[in-house]
T-cell receptor, first 110, second 116 residues
């Protein structure tokens, strides 16, 4: 079945440093979605990418979808303590099912 | 908008009993609801996909007779863990989507199940 690998598993940064998490799928995806889960909370939708090579920005967050629609990345510029949490990518199929990556736990030291 | 609630938020039950978890979409009609299980510091594992008015589709390795899913209306899906055992202790999260295709999922706050 479809597998979505995400690295790194953990990332510790100093406040102000940049952060990137990478996602790779074993199969071509219909779309890729990114979610953030704060400690003790539930996943919250961040964004969805659908087109090959698509790049989207949300303030300090930049999301990319690979040309082959099998990989994606999330980059945060100048991290803040409010960025802490686990970031999940999720590969979507044409019928709405999501396969989540393992997640990257981000810690930001002030 | 797009709020999903879950009830209860926490439940402790004895081994051998059954527990029902409710998932409701509060301000939209969810044609599809999904049930996930999450272990501490791990990813979400899809258990089943539930479409209103039809039988749920279970992922490989998930026992449909143990995890009963009912999606009786466009705003409510229930997951019943039957004859619960300690290994069923986990965080169960539901999500709902407006359509089954290329739309984001809205997650409920989750239910922490502890089986003693």
């Amino acid at each position: 079945g479809q597998q979505v690998m995400q690295i790194p598993q953990y990332q510790h940064v100093q406040e102000g440093e940049d952060f990137t998490t990478y996602c790779n799928s074993s199969t071509t995806l219909s779309n890729i979605q990114w979610y953030k889960q704060r400690p003790g909370g539930h996943p919250v939708f961040l964004i969805q990418l659908v087109k090959s090579g698509e790049v989207k920005k949300q303030k300090r967050l930049t999301f990319q979808f690979g040309e082959a629609k099998k990989n994606s990345s999330l980059h945060i510029t100048a991290t803040q303590t409010t960025d802490v949490g686990t970031y999940f990518c999720a590969g979507g199929t044409s019928y709405g099912k999501l396969t989540f990556g393992q997640g990257t736990i981000l810690t930001v030291h002030p | 908008g797009a709020v999903v609630s879950q009830h209860p938020s926490r439940v402790i039950c004895k081994s051998g009993t059954s527990v029902k978890i409710e998932c409701r979409s509060l301000d939209f009609q969810a044609t599809t609801m999904f049930w996930y299980r999450q272990f501490p510091k791990q990813s979400l594992m899809l258990m089943a996909t539930s479409n209103e008015g039809s039988k749920a589709t279970y992922e490989q390795g998930v026992e449909k007779d143990k995890f009963l899913i009912n999606h009786a209306s466009l705003t409510l899906s229930t997951l019943t863990v039957t004859s619960a055992h300690p290994e069923d202790s986990s965080f169960y999260i539901c999500s709902a989507s407006l359509r089954g295709q290329v739309y984001e999922q809205y997650f409920g706050p989750g239910t922490r199940l502890t089986v003693t």
